[in-house]
């Protein structure tokens, strides 16, 4: 454990114990609450390095709570009944800042939810076992014209939708370049028809992928929080999902995961294009000089 954890963890115990005594006369109900959420603020500073992939989920419900904190010291500053408990309020607010400016920056920065990638299996191999809904062979496919294989983070992702959206406006020019487009999913083949269908008047090739097998052996990547939950995430998020019309569905595998696209030749993957966040989109300037 590194010091300053300790130090954020000893600091946080003794926050809750203050403030557990400052506003037990003016609200014990309150108080209560304060008190908790930095007793759970501080196990979570003295046991944040052990977290690993599967506690994403606790590590953000644990951001949700600091984020919340300031919300109850505006009700503690509405109900402050004089100058000097209103100076304790905005007190506690510049700490409570501080604090989810250093977890925050934290989580953009940190990439600890990947640990899933290490002893994935060889990628040649997969590409032989893997089938398409059609029944073909990736590797196959590939030694007759060049596969475009374009991976979807779920469908119920509004950029995954708009992509799909996009890729289907432009299937015309893929088919001039000479690519054989397949899409990988995390879904089941027949929801994987389904959704396709709203998009292309004809079947479309793609393979799924619940596992995330495939996904592993490309190399891509889950997103961290800059990445999935990021500013210009929302921003896209509103453009793509409200204006463009794409909305939003029920997630369907991992939400995490990040998407990508590459090109396959004579078994060989001759293009690669990882997304470095969820809102990325697909683009077709890169494959043309390929």
């Known amino acids: 454990m590194k010091v300053h954890q300790l130090i954020l963890s000893f600091i946080q115990f003794f926050l809750a114990v203050i403030f ?28 944040l390095p052990k977290f690993n992939e599967t506690s994403w989920s606790m590590l953000i419900f644990s951001l949700g709570v600091s984020l ?24 506690l607010n510049i700490v409570s800042s501080v604090e989810i400016y250093l977890l925050m920056n934290f989580f953009y920065r940190r990439d600890f939810i990947n640990s899933d990638l290490d002893g994935i299996e060889d990628l040649t191999q ?47 020019q893929i088919n001039q370049l000479g690519h054989s487009l397949v899409f990988v999913h995390m879904s089941d083949p027949s929801f994987g028809d389904e959704f396709f269908a709203r998009y292309f008047d ?7 992928d619940p596992s995330r ?12 929080l800059r990445q999935v939950f990021g500013p210009m995430t929302w921003i896209r998020g509103l453009w793509a999902g409200l204006i463009k019309g794409h909305g939003l569905g029920e997630v369907e595998g991992d939400s995490l995961q990040l998407g990508g696209y590459f090109l396959i030749k004579d078994e060989q993957v001759v293009f690669k294009h990882y997304y ?15």
């Not at 109900?29 to 304060?34: A, T």
């Not at 590797?139 to 979807?152: D, E, G, Q, Y």
């Open 213 to 224: 097998r495939i996904f592993k052996a490309f190399g891509l990547r889950r997103g961290n």
């Open 68 to 91: 919340t904190v300031p919300l109850i010291y505006a009700f503690q500053f509405g109900t402050a009944s004089n100058e000097l408990e209103k100076l304790g309020v905005i007190i």
């Open 126 to 172: 997969i590409l032989k076992k893997t089938r398409t809904n059609q029944g073909d062979s990736i590797l196959a496919m590939s030694r007759t014209k060049p596969v475009l294989l374009v991976f979807i983070r779920h469908f119920g992702c509004t950029f995954c939708r708009e992509n799909v959206a996009e890729i289907s406006s432009i299937e015309k």
């Open 276 to 290: 470095q966040a969820a809102s990325e989109k697909f683009s077709l300037k890169d494959l043309v000089v390929i």
């Open 20 to 47: 557990f005594a400052f506003f037990r006369q003016l609200d014990q109900g309150m108080s209560i609450i304060i008190a908790f959420v930095y007793l759970g603020l501080s196990l979570f500073y003295f046991f």
């Open 202 to 208: 004809h079947p479309v090739v793609h393979i799924a």
